[in-house]
């Protein structure tokens, strides 16, 4: 399902005096978070005057932050983005669109169950899916993935031998 809002982030902490924040990326890339002008915190845009990465962390400052007591009371608060703001690529989603899609066998139409979770790995993320019994889904087009419909909240999948979690 298409969502209006991805969060992207958390403010985790500051960094110096002068009201900048350190942000921890959701996931991925952290320089991702550099191509946005405009970013929702609790529910308002907000416009960061200063947006650049610093480590694996994104450090920002916002507009009336303009001291570290300020920017204490930042902390913890999630980043979102609007969806429409990412410019994706024809096909692609982020992971929380994926969650809660109902995922069927490519080949036998067979019902397979609900996307529960997305794990990142270093070749790729595997998908859960839970119904009467447990998968792991490699995320890889093509492979395993047939196609995704976040319209229709579907997605379908080539069942290899093995990829059930009750399976020897």
């Known amino acids: 399902m298409k969502l209006e809002t991805i969060k992207v982030g958390r403010i985790v902490g500051t960094h110096g005096i002068r009201g900048e924040v350190r942000v921890q990326p ?16 609790d529910g308002q845009p907000v416009s960061p005057t200063a947006n650049h990465v610093h480590k694996s962390l994104v450090l920002m400052k916002f507009p009336g932050v303009d001291d570290m007591n300020a920017a204490l009371t930042l902390r913890d608060k999630d980043l979102y983005i609007r969806r429409s703001d990412a410019h994706l690529p024809e096909g692609e989603c982020f992971d929380d669109e994926l969650l809660g899609m109902e995922v069927y066998d490519a080949a036998t139409g067979e019902t397979l169950g609900e996307l529960v979770r997305v794990d990142p790995y270093p070749a790729h993320k595997v998908y859960t899916v839970r119904g009467t019994r447990e998968y792991l889904i490699p995320a890889v087009k093509g492979a395993f993935i047939q196609s995704v419909d976040l319209e229709n909240n579907r997605m379908e999948v080539r069942v290899w031998e093995g990829m059930a979690s009750d399976e020897n």
Request: glycine content about 6%.
């Open 26 to 41: 959701r996931d991925g890339d952290p320089s991702f978070l550099t191509h946005f002008s405009t970013f929702l915190l």
